[in-house]
Structure formats: structure tokens, C-alpha cells
């Protein structure tokens, strides 16, 4: 069974797998800020992801709740019994037209990957960027990333050949970009 909600959305049965059952995708609450850091960090440290030039780095990594309560800004988080399994969030392009959103900070435990829970987010993401007003979606990712960007190509996402706005993030040499 899966419930909807503008914010919210809940999944009760087993996905394709069978594994990751009773998940929800939620905006994050002040209480999440420490999981979700941590989750983040691992993933850089897993994957081993330079953490120079990088999201690994900005001063608000450990703030996101309070980042991400700014206009036009949001961010998710997907829950399985208790845990914090994957993130990612929409805000306005740094320094960038203002017609265009960054989808920001999406990281996904080793568990919670390849399940289409990604899809799920990156959709939640998407609808809210639209509600928000935006006109197109950027993102910037690392070359090794495969998995990742077959999610972003998958939701219409086109590579660029050059980075929009200013991010902060010299590190992340892929830049995409989606109309919405």
C-alpha cells in the first residue's frame, strides 16, 4: 500500500526486492540535522568522494534543517524504522538565474540503493521545485558516479558542457540540467 501526501509519502509493502519495507519520504525536522550529516559524511567516505571543493565541505552541512527552511527551499529525507537512509533537497541556484533550483545534497545509504527509492525522491524533489516556480533544475555530480547519473538521465536530466551559477563545488566536473 503506498499514501501520498504533498510532503509525505509512505510505503507499507515490500518493494521488488523485498527488502527496505516501511520507508517514508518526509521534509527533515531540526532533530534529523546530526543523522543526516553522518549519512552524508559516509557516503563521501564509502565512495570516496574528494571532500575539497565538494558538498562535503559547506558550512551548513551540518545545519540542513535550518539551511533548507529558506524561501523556496526544501529538503527530504526517507526514513525505514527509525533511520535516516537517503536524502536530498531543491533550493535556488547559488548566485544563478532565478528561474533555476539545484537539486542539492541527494545520498542514498548502500541499503536503500537500487530499489527505486531514488526515483521516489527525485520525483518528491521535482513536484516541489515546480510548486516553487522554478523552470529548470541543475545538478552537479562526480564522473564516477554511474548509478547516480543514470537516475538523472532517467528523469531528464542533459549534461552541460560548462557549470551554471556558483556553487562552491570546483570538485564536481559533471554538470546536468532538467527542464521542468
Keep these: 500500500m ?16 523485498g527488502k527496505m519495507k516501511n520507508w517514508i519520504i518526509r521534509k527533515i525536522k531540526k532533530e534529523d540535522n546530526q543523522a543526516v550529516a553522518s549519512l552524508i559524511r559516509s557516503v563521501f567516505d564509502e565512495m570516496e568522494i574528494p571532500k575539497v571543493g565538494t558538498a562535503y565541505e559547506d558550512p551548513y552541512l551540518d545545519l540542513m534543517f535550518e539551511e533548507y527552511s529558506k524561501p523556496n527551499s526544501v529538503y527530504f ?5 527509525g533511520e ?6 531543491i533550493a535556488p541556484l547559488e548566485n544563478g538565474d ?3 533550483c539545484e537539486l542539492q545534497k541527494m545520498y542514498f545509504l548502500p541499503k536503500t540503493r537500487g530499489l527505486g527509492i531514488g526515483s521516489k525522491l527525485m520525483e518528491k524533489c521535482l513536484d516541489q521545485a515546480r510548486e516553487f516556480g522554478f523552470e ?12 547516480a547519473q543514470k537516475l538523472y538521465k532517467k528523469s531528464g536530466f542533459e549534461y552541460l558542457d560548462a557549470p551554471l551559477g556558483s556553487t ?13
Design 2 to 17: 503506498i499514501l501520498s501526501k504533498k510532503y509525505f509519502y509512505f510505503c507499507k509493502d515490500k518493494d521488488r526486492k
Design 77 to 81: 529525507v526517507i526514513e525505514n524504522n
Design 84 to 89: 535516516i537512509v537517503g536524502c536530498a533537497g
Design 98 to 100: 532565478p528561474k533555476i
Design 136 to 147: 529548470k533544475c541543475y545538478i552537479e555530480t562526480m564522473p564516477f558516479m554511474y548509478a
Design 168 to 180: 562552491g563545488h570546483s570538485s564536481c566536473p559533471v554538470w546536468m540540467l532538467k527542464v521542468l
